[in-house]
Every structure is written in structure tokens, then in C-alpha cells.
């Protein structure tokens, strides 16, 4: 029996004398359409909360719940390090100066970079290398040659070329450079770029040109990443890492002018 035909019954068994207001057959049928359409609402709101609770987000294909870099923090919102009174080191092997805490032991390297030897050793022999006190810290400073004939001054290139080196130094991730990298700027006024990149187990910066070999990468590194406990004391390894580039005449491309010194 259809719902129209239990209410006519209904009304037609109603007492003698007893007036029944007529009923609305219409407006009896969209009211339960309306509850049909709230309980289903109500089921699909709970589905989807489900589902992004318990599930993995994926965006684009790429499972963004994976372990990532910690994203760079914007320069200009992070006090510098008070480099006055570190000590300068001169490298006659790479040619440059780069100062270091006073308390830190100075390695020298022992013979120029080569790719095949030292590209996957954090310890190469070909590093000037210097050390925390407690040994926890390690930062390193080296050249890789350049083809001369393929080099250029522009963000671009240096982009490319460190996703190919991290490729081949076997460090990771070496995608999404362009995305975590900060831009520096060699030099004071000229500017000439350079990039600070955020790996998964370290902090590297790359640049040439200017006061530097141009048929040569200068590459800085600290061997922790950003959340290490060992370099919290520094403010993290992107900030160490900047103090050691700032001896070098290198900054985020960020800092004020004023700023460089």
C-alpha cells in the first residue's frame, strides 16, 4: 500500500463528528524527499571525513605526506650571525678566503676536487673543512669545474646544473630545486647569483663568477639538515650556513644592501 493510500484509509476510519483537517499530500512527499536528501548529505559529509582523515593526500600525483627538505626560512624575517671576530681562512688550493668560528678546527684539503673521487664523500680530502668543537659539525668548502662553454650567469643555469650534480653526488632530492632554493647574490652591489639549496641531509651553496673562478663552482656545504640537533645552537643549518658565505662576500639576494658587510 502506496503512503497516499494509507492517509485517505486514515481519514476515512476518523469518528463521526470529528473534523479532519484535509492533508496535503504534496507537501507530505517533500518533506521525506527533504530527509531523504539531509540523511544522504549527512552520509557523504562523514565518508569524506573519513577518507581525509585515514587516507594519504596526494596532490598531483605526488604523495605530499613524504618525508620533504624543511622549506627555507625567508632571510630577511631571521637575524644574521655576528661573524666579527671569526678567524679568515685563505685557501691558495681554490683561491678564496672564507671565515669560521675561532674555536673551530681547520682542515685544509689535500688536492683540488674531481667529481669521480669525491663527488658522493662528505669527508673528501679535497674539502677545506672546518669543525665544531664537539666534532658534531662539519662545513666544507670546494670548486667544481665548469665547461666554459656552456656556462651561464643566470638562475636558470645554476638550477639545472645543481639538479645534474645532485644527480650525480647521489644526494636527494635533487627535483624541486627551483621551488626550496634561495637566491643569493655575489658580491655587494654587482650581484652576481648563486643559490642556496636544502637537501635532505645537508645545506648547500653554489655560485661562480664575480670575484670568483668563472670556469669554476664554488660549493659550500653544511653537512646537517635544517633540524639537527647539533646545529640549533646556530639557529639551524641555513643559518650557519649563511654566517660562513657572508665571510665570502656572498648573501640571500634578500638582505638589504646595507646589510652586506
Known amino acids: 500500500m502506496t503512503m497516499d493510500q494509507r492517509l485517505t484509509d486514515a481519514a476515512r476510519t476518523v469518528a463521526d463528528g470529528v473534523v479532519v483537517p484535509e492533508v496535503n499530500l504534496e507537501a507530505v512527499r517533500s518533506a521525506a524527499r527533504t530527509n531523504r536528501r539531509r540523511r544522504v548529505a549527512i552520509a557523504v559529509t562523514v565518508v569524506v571525513a573519513a577518507i581525509v582523515v585515514a587516507g594519504t593526500a596526494i596532490i598531483s600525483g605526488r604523495d605530499v605526506s613524504a618525508p620533504q627538505p624543511a622549506p627555507p626560512v625567508p632571510s630577511e624575517k631571521v637575524e644574521a650571525i655576528n661573524t666579527r671576530g671569526w678567524d679568515t ?67 636558470e643555469f645554476l638550477q639545472t646544473w645543481v639538479e645534474d650534480y645532485c644527480e650525480a653526488t647521489g644526494n636527494a632530492p635533487c627535483t624541486g630545486i627551483a621551488d626550496r632554493a634561495v637566491e643569493l647574490c655575489l658580491e655587494k652591489r654587482d650581484c652576481h647569483p648563486g643559490l642556496l639549496v636544502p637537501f635532505k641531509d645537508d645545506v648547500q651553496a653554489f655560485f661562480s663568477g664575480g670575484m670568483y673562478d668563472a670556469d669554476a663552482m664554488t660549493v659550500v656545504a653544511v653537512w646537517c639538515s635544517e633540524s639537527d640537533s647539533s646545529v640549533v645552537t646556530y639557529g639551524g643549518a641555513q643559518r650557519l650556513l649563511e654566517g660562513f658565505l657572508s665571510t665570502m662576500k656572498v648573501w640571500p639576494a634578500s638582505t638589504p644592501v646595507w646589510d652586506r658587510r
Open 89 to 155: 681562512y685563505t685557501s691558495d688550493l681554490y683561491d678564496l678566503d672564507v671565515g669560521h668560528p675561532p674555536d673551530w678546527l681547520e682542515t685544509p684539503a689535500s688536492r683540488k676536487w674531481r667529481l669521480e673521487e669525491d663527488g658522493g664523500d662528505r669527508l673528501s680530502p679535497a674539502h677545506e673543512a672546518f669543525r665544531s668543537p664537539q666534532g658534531d659539525v662539519r662545513v666544507s668548502v670546494w670548486t667544481a669545474p665548469l665547461d666554459p662553454k656552456t656556462r651561464q650567469e643566470t638562475t
